[in-house]
């Protein structure tokens, strides 16, 4: 996990249309995979999140999206585009990473 006062930055996004998944390298090496339907229930647009408490609206056809495009934010973030219309969601970095971490399978033990 990436240290909080030192972000890492992504060096590499695939988008990988048959396995619906995004996978993104960081410099410091780890390499995480999000799912395009966790992308889409978790766009941080207020379309999806709301603009209050508890109003986080479901999205239920989201196991059958694509990503059709993705657009740089300036140096901290990427605009996705799925091909079920949605494109307001603005990802930053870190919340690519938050989401890669929280798709990360249980270590075995």
Known sequence: MADAG??????????????????????DGAQLYIPFAVLRRESPSAEVQGHGTGEKRAVPHADHVQVTAAEPVGRYAVRLVFDDGHDSGIYSWR???QLGEA???????
């Open 6 to 27: 030192s972000p890492s930055w992504p060096v590499r996004l695939a988008f990988q249309a048959r396995a619906r998944r995004l996978s993104i390298a960081f410099d």
């Open 95 to 97: 919340y690519l990473r």
């Open 103 to 109: 798709c990360m399978p249980a270590p075995q033990g």
